[in-house]
C-alpha cells in the first residue's frame, strides 16, 4: 500500500528557532500533501493543503509566514515552523491522497507517522 | 454547526459485545467518507472507506445515509485490541476537483476484559 514518511518523528527545541518536518511519498505521486496538527485529546485540525508546484492554500487562523510549506517536488512536502514558541508545541501530522493509483472519489488520505514538537 | 461531529464517547463496551459509532456530517454534496483508527499518540490508519451501499470488512460494516447525512461503524464480537479511537472522515469538496478531508473528534472507545 501506499506509504508516507515523516521525520522526524520527535523534536525538541528551544523558543525562537525553526524547525523543519520533511514529509515523503515513498512509493506514489502526491500532487497534494496535507498537514494537519493535533493537541492532546483533540481532533486533527487541518492547518494547510499543500500543492506541488504552487502556493499552499492554509486554513483560516493559520498563519502563512509562521508555518511555511514548500512542496518542491510530486513525493516531498516540508513544513517549517518558523520562530517556534512553547504554543506551537503538538503533533504534527501530514498525508497524502495517491490519486493516479485511486480513483478520485473515495481516494483515502495515508499518514505519515507524525511528527511531537515541543518548544521549550 | 460542525461539518463533521461524532459524539466523543468513550464508549466501554465488554469483549465481543458489539458497537456502534455514528457521524454526522453537515455539507450534503460531500462524496468520499472514511473511517480511521488512531491509537494513543500515534497517526490515525485507514479503517474502511465507506461507500454508499455499505461495506464489510471483517468484523467491521459501515454504512452511509445521505437522507439524514450519517455515516456509521459497526463492530462485532469487540476484541480488547478494538480499543483506540475511532475518526470519521468527511471530503467536502471531492466532487469539486479539490480534496479537503475533513475529521470529527473522534469516538473513544474501550473493550473491557
Known amino acids: 500500500g501506499a506509504v508516507v514518511s515523516q521525520h522526524p518523528s520527535r523534536v525538541i527545541c528551544k523558543s525562537g528557532t525553526s524547525v523543519k518536518i520533511e514529509c515523503r511519498s515513498l512509493?506514489?505521486?502526491?500532487?497534494?500533501m496535507f498537514w494537519y496538527r493535533q493537541f492532546p485529546k483533540k481532533s486533527l485540525m487541518l492547518m494547510a493543503t499543500?500543492?506541488?508546484?504552487?502556493?499552499?492554500?492554509?486554513e483560516q487562523g493559520v498563519e502563512k509566514d509562521k508555518f511555511l510549506i514548500n512542496h518542491a517536488s510530486l513525493t516531498l512536502s516540508t513544513l517549517t515552523v518558523t520562530s517556534a514558541h512553547p504554543e506551537d508545541s503538538s503533533f504534527y501530522i501530514c498525508s497524502a491522497r495517491d490519486g493516479d493509483r485511486e480513483s478520485s472519489y473515495n481516494s483515502p488520505l495515508h499518514f505519515g507517522n507524525g511528527t511531537r514538537l515541543t518548544v521549550t | 454547526r460542525k461539518e463533521v461531529e461524532q459524539d466523543p464517547g468513550p464508549f466501554n463496551v465488554p469483549e465481543g459485545a458489539t458497537v456502534a459509532f455514528n457521524c454526522t456530517y453537515s455539507n450534503s454534496a460531500s462524496q468520499s467518507f472514511f473511517w480511521y483508527r488512531q491509537d494513543c499518540r500515534k497517526e490515525p490508519k485507514l479503517l474502511m472507506s465507506v461507500y454508499s451501499s455499505g461495506n464489510e470488512d471483517g468484523r467491521f460494516t459501515a454504512q452511509l445515509n445521505r437522507a439524514s447525512q450519517y455515516i456509521s461503524l459497526l463492530i462485532r464480537d469487540s476484541k480488547l485490541s478494538d480499543s483506540a479511537t475511532y475518526l470519521c472522515v468527511v471530503d467536502p469538496e471531492g466532487h469539486s476537483g479539490t480534496y479537503k478531508y475533513i475529521f470529527g473528534t473522534g469516538t473513544r472507545l474501550k473493550v473491557l476484559a
Open positions: 512509493d506514489f505521486q502526491a500532487t497534494t
Open positions: 499543500s500543492n506541488e508546484g504552487s502556493k499552499a492554500t492554509y
